[in-house]
Structures are given as structure tokens and as C-alpha cells.
């Protein structure tokens, strides 16, 4: 056990100084793309939909509930997407056969939504 603790600190340690080592080697002429970096509000953000989509969405968006499009699987969201992002958001808000009205997320607002729905969509474009 304690083996596998030390190889975990050293794993951590060699990622710190690459992490480290990669950014004293940066490009001075590459410096614009950090603003393209992830950062810590970014993070935060990220969790914060994440966290709302588990508590409210997961319920039925996991196992298809009621037939409910299935996160992850881009062929449940083909036939949706080609109605248009603003009608998935208006049947979210509005709710859509078994769909319920805000998808059980009485504290999400729009734009949450909005983050709800692109999170699901995943890779699709
Ligand atoms: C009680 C189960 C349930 C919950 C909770 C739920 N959904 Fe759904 N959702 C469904 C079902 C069922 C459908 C399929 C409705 C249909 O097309 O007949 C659906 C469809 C959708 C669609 C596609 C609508 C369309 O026009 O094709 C979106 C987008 C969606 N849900 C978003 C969400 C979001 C975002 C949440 C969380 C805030 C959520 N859902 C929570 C059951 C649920």
C-alpha cells in the first residue's frame, strides 16, 4: 500500500515539474494562446453544470427514461439537433411529451440550460 502511495507522489511530482519545465520553455511569441488556457473559474464553471446536470437531467438522461435522448449517445441526439438548438432549449424549459417542464431544475436559469443541453450534445456539432 504505502509502495503504491510513494508511486503516486512520485507521478505527481513528475507531473508538476513537467507542468513546470513547460511553461519556463513557453514561446515568448506564443503568449496570446495562454488566454486560451483552462482556468480555474473555467473549472469551477465546468463543475457547477456538471453537478446541476447530475442532480436534475441524470435522472432520466442516463438510462432513457421514458425514452429520454441518452447522454453520450450521439445517434439519440442526431434526429433532436436537427430541430434546431433553440427548440431543445424551448422543450427543456417548457417541457416535451415525457420531457417535464425545466427538467426538474427549479434553479437553473437559461443559460444554464443552454450549458445543459451543449453538455449533453457533446461532440456533436
Ligand atoms: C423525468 C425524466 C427527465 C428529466 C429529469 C429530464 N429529462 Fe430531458 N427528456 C426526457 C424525455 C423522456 C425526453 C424525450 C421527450 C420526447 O421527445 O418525447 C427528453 C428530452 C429532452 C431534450 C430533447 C427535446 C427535444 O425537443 O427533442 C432535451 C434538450 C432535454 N430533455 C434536456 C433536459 C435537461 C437539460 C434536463 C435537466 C435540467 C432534463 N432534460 C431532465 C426526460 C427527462
Same mark, same amino acid.
Given at each position: 500500500?504505502?509502495?503504491?502511495?510513494?508511486?503516486?507522489?512520485? *507521478?505527481?511530482?513528475?507531473?508538476?515539474?513537467?507542468? *513546470?519545465?513547460?511553461?519556463?520553455?513557453?514561446?515568448?511569441?506564443?503568449?496570446?494562446?495562454?488566454?486560451?488556457?483552462?482556468?480555474?473559474?473555467?473549472?469551477?464553471?465546468?463543475?457547477?453544470?456538471?453537478?446541476?446536470?447530475?442532480?436534475?437531467?441524470?435522472?432520466?438522461?442516463?438510462?432513457?427514461?421514458?425514452?429520454?435522448?441518452?447522454?453520450?449517445?450521439?445517434?439519440d441526439w442526431e434526429?433532436?439537433?436537427?430541430?434546431?438548438?433553440?427548440?431543445?432549449?424551448?422543450?427543456?424549459?417548457?417541457?416535451?411529451?415525457?420531457?417535464p417542464p425545466l427538467?426538474? *431544475?427549479?434553479? *437553473?436559469?437559461?443559460?444554464?440550460?443552454?450549458e445543459l443541453i451543449?453538455?449533453?450534445?457533446?461532440?456533436?456539432?
Amino acid at each position: 500500500m504505502s509502495q503504491i502511495r510513494s508511486l503516486l507522489t512520485t *507521478c505527481a511530482l513528475c507531473l508538476l515539474l513537467f507542468a *513546470c519545465g513547460k511553461s519556463t520553455e513557453a514561446d515568448p511569441k506564443k503568449e496570446s494562446t495562454a488566454a486560451s488556457e483552462v482556468t480555474p473559474e473555467d473549472v469551477s464553471a465546468e463543475l457547477d453544470i456538471t453537478g446541476k446536470w447530475a442532480k436534475n437531467c441524470a435522472l432520466c438522461h442516463v438510462s432513457g427514461v421514458g425514452g429520454a435522448p441518452r447522454l453520450g449517445f450521439v445517434e439519440d441526439w442526431e434526429a433532436r439537433l436537427a430541430k434546431g438548438r433553440a427548440t431543445l432549449l424551448l422543450h427543456t424549459i417548457e417541457g416535451h411529451n415525457n420531457m417535464p417542464p425545466l427538467g426538474y *431544475c427549479m434553479s *437553473c436559469e437559461e443559460e444554464d440550460f443552454v450549458e445543459l443541453i451543449d453538455f449533453m450534445l457533446g461532440e456533436s456539432p
